[in-house]
């Protein structure tokens, strides 16, 4: 099914942005994220019976999609981490929202 197909090469390219990040490609995730939504709604327009002969394929996804989760959180951290250097006082907000 392309529609999966495409899903699959686009959680495959997040994942690379993801491990490279950041790169200067910021932009290039963002228009990423943005293609990854709009087949999710196409996805969400198919039925159980369409979708059923492709569980290998959903599998996939479902690994790929926890992947890049786990590397989403990842970067999350280490850019906390950095902010908690940067202000040296151990917290990354205050109560004054900086």
Do not use: C, W
């Amino acid at each position: 099914m392309e529609v999966l197909k495409e899903f699959k090469e686009v959680l495959l390219k997040e994942k690379e942005l993801l491990i490279n990040f950041p790169a200067g490609r910021v932009e290039e995730l963002r228009e990423l994220l943005k293609r990854k939504e709009e087949l999710l709604e196409e996805i969400k327009k198919l039925g159980k019976e369409e979708l059923l002969p492709h569980r290998e394929t959903l599998k996939e996804i479902d690994s790929l999609q926890q992947e890049v989760k786990a590397l989403v959180v990842s970067n999350l951290s280490f850019i906390e981490e950095v902010f908690r250097e940067l202000s040296g006082k151990g917290e990354t907000y205050t109560p004054k929202g900086y």
